[in-house]
């Protein structure tokens, strides 16, 4: 049974950072797109960040220089560093996970096979 489990959320002035965590269990493969999600109250949930094909990142425009994703050395805990918080970036976090070689289409529809139950980051003005 696939699992993940995010962590780090918090409440934040603007301009300050905080460090997301997630651990995922039980996804066994290698081939594998891991992103970052978020979702805003009336929005729609949107790709923030993520890894494929062992290290090709992508990001959205709006958090490309203040984000950083990244992984641990077994692939089975991802991070997210958000840098230079704004109001806009509140919402809840969630990680995912997807089996596949290309991760475009996935990140940029949301469309994961898997999912965590979410973080919620709020940033202040």
């Known amino acids: 049974q696939v699992q993940l489990v995010e962590s780090g959320g918090g409440s934040v002035q603007a301009g300050g950072s905080l460090r997301l965590s997630c651990v995922i269990s039980g996804f066994t493969t290698s081939t594998r797109c891991m992103g970052w999600f978020r979702q805003a109250p009336g929005k729609e949930r949107e790709g923030v960040a993520a890894i494929f094909n062992g290290g090709s990142i992508v990001y959205v425009d709006s958090v490309k220089d203040r984000f950083s994703i990244s992984q641990d050395n077994t692939g089975n805990t991802l991070y997210l560093q958000m840098n230079s918080l704004e109001p806009e970036d509140s919402g809840m976090y969630y990680c995912?996970?997807?089996?596949?070689?290309?991760?475009?289409?996935?990140?940029?529809?949301?469309?994961?096979?898997?999912w965590g139950t979410g973080t919620l980051v709020t940033v202040s003005s």
């Open positions: 995912a996970i997807e089996r596949t070689t290309s991760c475009g289409n996935n990140f940029r529809g949301a469309r994961m096979t898997y």
